[in-house]
Nanobody, 123 residues
Framework: QVQLVESGGGLVQAGGSLRLSCAASGRTFSRDAMGWFRQAPGKEREFVAAIIWSSKTYYADSVRGRFTISRDNAKDTVYLQMNSLKPEDTAVYFC?????????????????WGQGTQVTVSS
């Protein structure tokens, strides 16, 4: 059974940091592109960051310079280090796997999703 399990969310003050983890199991993800998306109440799910098999990274403009995505293929785990958090970063954060390695900013290109972890940034 394929599973992606996120952890590391929580409540943090503006300017603080959180590190999200996504542990994958059930298949080999080392060749997949892995992405992080987020969804705030009443809004559509939006792209945050992605990392392909070569560890090349991609970021939404809103988080570039503040967030860092990384992966440890030996552990089948993807991370999202979030620094200088803002109240507008508040959302449920999802990790996802994209076997195609294309269309990294589109949720429809990702076949496997985690259940999400809540991140709340207070002002």
């Amino acid at each position: 059974q394929v599973q992606l399990v996120e952890s590391g969310g929580g409540l943090v003050q503006a300017g603080g940091s959180l590190r999200l983890s996504c542990a994958a199991s059930g298949r080999t993800f080392s060749r997949d592109a892995m992405g992080w998306f987020r969804q705030a109440p009443g809004k559509e799910r939006e792209f945050v960051a992605a990392i392909i098999w070569s560890s090349k990274t991609y970021y939404a403009d809103s988080v570039r310079g503040r967030f860092t995505i990384s992966r440890d293929n030996a552990k089948d785990t993807v991370y999202l280090q979030m620094n200088s958090l803002k109240p507008e970063d508040t959302a449920v954060y999802f990790c996802a796997a994209n076997p195609r390695g294309a269309g990294l900013e589109s949720p429809t290109m990702y076949d496997f999703w985690g259940q999400g972890t809540q991140v709340t940034v207070s002002s």
